[in-house]
């Protein structure tokens, strides 16, 4: 018999998913709490809006939903992450029975997930963690799904959500079992997190060609075209097509408001990154910019402040321009997937890299040429990215310089790029600034320091002293 599924929370992707599930002969009841002050009833419209289509039982009455349900039951909850879910699995909680699982499909906190696993894992209730990735369409039409918990609860839902999946290039689904706890939504977080670099990439690229290289819109959209019969994005081929957009006879995109916001996470992988002492650079530098996009106002005031000079020569060629942003996008791929790694030993995740990549090749926003090549890639090899044969024969030729020195001649930031040669230069230093800090520490609060001349793990302290 098919699983049949609950789902809480008909939002844009809730709905989306219900559709997809149907699509697939998965039966779906559906619930989404009921204002009682408005004449909105969110689950009897969605069932009588497909009702010639498919058959949605639907409830505004949360224990009636669950009663409905066959035994043991599959919940899935697409809703806002934070105090919602809480909320959600509170007044589920008097309801359910041992057995019974609740698939969180929403941006949650991989902390958070933790948590609640052990909570609802003492009651003997499953939960599994749940990354989803691809928007509306992708969930309508297959996403990326990285579900983390136990391995019981993912042989129950695993058959459900490999059905709904995409598919990556070989044919397989978009979903494969990402490990324990908070794995699944760490590894979406992250997802995310190179999503992040991806856009400003792109974002910070055509602000260079349009504002500084003297290109038009229509001229950056052949461009990004002609370099994405290489690179295949997804992301870059969606800013082909906003690039094309008019609106009457203007571009829609010069009438966007240049202020972006950041919420969860982005940030909360640099937080992530943070707390386990790696780098985390590109990721970093985008969410910073769009925090600086924010402060509009100020920057009105300080253009009319600073007007540094241009200079508006030596523009990067075209084949320079898309080497750098190939190169950008590996590095900013590799400081991604670096986290992953130091996650999983920190945490005993055992995480499998060349499937994450592989799952993130179909479905999600994240797709890409490159993400195919790194399938196999990881699937091979088991050091850092950047010290694979294949990526360093590419990297260590890279002009990084041409690009950059012309866009601080120019006064044009470019936060992801710049970050991201700066982590390649630290990363390929074999001297790095860090004897100069072991110094001042040592200094002003004897924090002792290694010597080179010395074992490793041996520490020493000097009496330092002004020269006379
Ligand atoms: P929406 O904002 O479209 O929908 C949120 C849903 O949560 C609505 O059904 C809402 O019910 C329900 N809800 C809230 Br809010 N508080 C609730 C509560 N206390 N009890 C019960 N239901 C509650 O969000 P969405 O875009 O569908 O996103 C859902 C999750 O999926 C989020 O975690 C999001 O980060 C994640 N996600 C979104 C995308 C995307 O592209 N949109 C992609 C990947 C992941 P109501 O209608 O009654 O207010």
């Known amino acids: ?233 997804y992301l870059l081929e969606i800013s082909i097509d906003i690039l094309r957009q008019k609106e009457e006879n203007d571009y829609l995109l010069d009438k966007i408001l240049d202020v972006a916001g950041q919420k969860g996470t982005g940030g909360w992988s640099t937080e992530a990154a943070l707390e386990l002492g790696v780098p985390l650079d590109t990721i970093t530098a985008a969410v910073l910019a769009r925090n600086l996009s924010a402060f509009k106002a100020d920057r009105i005031k300080a253009s009319k402040k600073y007007h540094f000079k241009t200079v508006g020569e030596n523009v990067p060629s075209r084949e320079e321009l898309f080497r750098v942003y190939r190169s950008v996008m590996i590095i900013n791929h590799s400081i991604g997937f670096e986290l992953l790694r130091a996650a999983s030993k920190e945490y005993n995740w055992d995480l499998n890299l060349s499937e994450i990549a592989r799952i993130w090749t179909g479905g999600c926003i994240i797709k890409s040429g490159f993400m195919e090549e790194l399938v196999n890639i990881f699937k091979d090899h088991h050091s850092h990215l950047l010290l694979q044969d294949k990526i360093s024969d590419e990297l260590k030729n890279i002009n990084f310089a041409k690009v950059l020195s012309f866009a601080l001649e120019n006064a044009c930031p470019m936060p992801l790029t710049s970050a991201a040669a700066t982590y390649l230069f630290g990363f390929s230093s074999q001297q790095s600034s860090a004897n100069m800090i072991q110094a001042q520490r040592d200094y002003f609060g004897a924090h002792t320091f290694e010597r080179i001349d010395k074992n490793r793990g041996e520490f020493f302290h000097f009496n330092w002293k002004k020269p006379d």
């Open 1 to 233: 018999e098919r699983p049949h599924i609950g789902l809480i929370g008909l939002g844009v992707m809730g709905k989306s998913l219900a559709l997809n599930m149907a699509s697939k002969g998965i039966p779906v009841s559906v619930y989404n709490r009921d204002f009682k002050d408005v004449e909105v009833d969110i689950a009897k419209n969605f069932a009588a809006e497909h009702e010639e289509t498919y058959i949605f039982p639907w409830f505004n009455d949360l224990q009636k939903f669950v009663a409905s349900l066959p035994k043991p039951r599959n919940i899935m909850i697409m809703v806002k992450a934070g105090a919602a879910v809480d909320a959600v699995i509170n007044e589920l909680l008097p309801v359910l029975d041992a057995g019974d699982l609740i698939i969180d499909g929403g941006n949650s906190h991989f902390k958070d997930t933790a948590k609640r696993i052990k909570m609802l894992g003492e009651k003997d209730i499953y939960f599994l963690g749940t990354g989803i990735s691809g928007g509306e369409e992708g969930a309508l039409k297959g996403p990326s799904i990285m579900p983390g918990g136990s391995k019981v609860a993912y042989e129950r839902a695993g058959e459900v959500l490999e059905k709904i999946a995409a598919r990556d290039p070989w044919g397989d689904a978009c979903c494969t079992y990402i490990g324990p706890e908070g794995s699944g939504h760490f590894v979406k977080m992250l997802h995310n997190g190179i999503e992040y670099g991806e856009m400003q990439l792109i974002a910070e690229f055509y602000h260079l060609l349009r504002f500084f290289c003297g290109m038009d819109t229509s001229a950056i959209a052949d461009l990004f075209a002609e370099w994405n019969t290489e690179l295949r994005s």
